[in-house]
């Protein structure tokens, strides 16, 4: 983990804390990447 998200997470007392919140954090990414690949595809054919 970077130093950022190291400080971000130093308030969890649990591993499934600090799993549940880098999910929330990496799911928003996850969908801008699936609409722009879908986006690309469509353009494409």
């Known amino acids: ?3 950022v998200l190291q400080k971000q997470h130093n308030n ?3 591993a499934k804390e ?3 919140n880098l999910e929330d954090l990496l ?8 609409q722009s690949t879908i ?3 469509m353009n494409s054919q």
């Open 18 to 20: 600090i799993m549940t």
């Open 1 to 3: 983990m970077n130093s």
């Open 27 to 34: 799911r928003g990414q996850v969908t801008l990447a699936r």
């Open 39 to 41: 986006i690309i595809l």
């Open 12 to 14: 969890f007392c649990i």
